[in-house]
């Protein structure tokens, strides 16, 4: 598979990376990160792979909470570390 290239694919790299930096609780940036990575493959700027799936899947369940459950700094640690190996793997997709 070749990865998604031109100014869309680009920008949505960038987005992605820049919201990684984001001040603020760890686990709601990555709700963030999740959700600036699914527009950017519903617009079609970049193209799923299965190991991009796979690590969003892994962070779906770090993030997962029951109602009224904060979720803390294991999640927040393990959300931080799935976001940089997506990161990584962004130059694939």
Same mark, same amino acid.
């Given at each position: !598979?070749? @990865?998604?290239?031109?100014? @869309? =694919?680009e920008a =949505? $790299? %960038?987005?992605?990376? =820049? &919201?990684?930096?984001?001040?603020?609780?760890?686990?709601? *940036? @990555? $709700?963030?990160?999740?959700?600036?990575?699914?527009?950017?493959?519903?617009?079609?700027?970049?193209?799923?792979?299965?190991?991009?799936? %796979? !690590?969003?899947?892994?962070?779906?369940?770090?993030?997962e909470q029951?109602e009224g %459950?904060?979720?803390?700094?294991?999640?927040?640690?393990?959300? $931080?570390?799935?976001? $940089?190996?997506? &990161?990584?793997?962004?130059? *694939?997709?």
């Open positions: !598979m070749v @990865a998604s290239s031109g100014p @869309a =694919a =949505a $790299r %960038q987005d992605f990376r =820049a &919201s990684l930096e984001l001040k603020g609780h760890a686990v709601e *940036n @990555a $709700r963030t990160s999740a959700d600036i990575l699914e527009r950017a493959f519903d617009s079609g700027a970049l193209t799923r792979t299965e190991r991009l799936d %796979q !690590m969003l899947d892994d962070l779906a369940v770090a993030l029951d %459950q904060k979720l803390g700094g294991k999640s927040a640690e393990a959300a $931080r570390f799935i976001l $940089r190996a997506i &990161s990584r793997e962004l130059d *694939n997709a």
